[in-house]
């Protein structure tokens, strides 16, 4: 499509605005009628898409607000992001503490220290979905004035690089997802022990 229209496609085109960019393209060239007929195939297949997506979403939201869970009041938590730390997590109480449900999520850093040198890396193990929801509530929080910024500039102020910073961030919103994730066993639908 973005061969058809002649200045290119502008940003953030959605299926309506290519649909009606579309509808008045009439090329008269054998070659460009054929690009028009493609990228119109190609649209119905992402307005399908389109509407699988928004399908799904809203059975995971039904699926989040019928498990009484309370993760969404934490900022930066919706309810993809609820529905994927419940499913993936499992049943919270298998987890015998707070740094035990970090290191499954892979948010644990792991100190690699020498000598006077005081240095934690990252951890590979864990689970890489449950880390991106934490990513994706951590980075939620950097953007909005919460105290999960506060904390992440006075770890920034105290010398720390921008990954090590967020590698202590990411441990607090993992201790507050399990704490309230018992608190929501004790109160809710979800499964317990």
Excluded: W
């Excluded at 193990?125 to 105290?147: C, E, F, S």
């Amino acid at each position: 499509m973005a061969q058809l229209i002649p200045a290119g496609l502008p940003r953030g085109l959605t299926a309506d605005n290519a649909a009606a960019a579309l509808r008045s393209i009439r090329p008269r060239a054998v070659l460009a009628r054929t690009m028009r007929q493609v990228a119109v195939d190609l649209l119905g297949e992402v307005r399908r898409l389109d509407r699988r997506i928004a399908e799904a979403t809203a059975t995971l939201s039904a699926a989040v607000a019928a498990s009484g869970t309370t993760l969404t009041d934490l900022h930066g938590i919706g309810d993809v992001t609820a529905a994927k730390i419940l499913a993936r997590s499992g049943v919270v109480n298998r987890f015998r503490s707070e740094s035990a449900f970090a290191s499954y999520c892979g948010v644990a850093p792991i100190e690699v220290s020498s000598g006077d040198v005081q240095r934690h890396r990252l951890s590979r193990a864990g689970d890489r979905q449950l880390n991106y929801a934490l990513h994706v509530m951590t980075m939620a929080q950097i953007k909005r004035a919460t105290p999960g910024r506060d904390y992440y500039q006075r770890k920034r102020a105290a010398g720390k690089t921008y990954k090590e910073a967020m590698r202590c961030l990411k441990r607090c919103p993992a201790d507050v997802v399990y704490r309230t994730m018992i608190k929501d066993t004790e109160t809710s639908l979800l499964p317990a022990a």
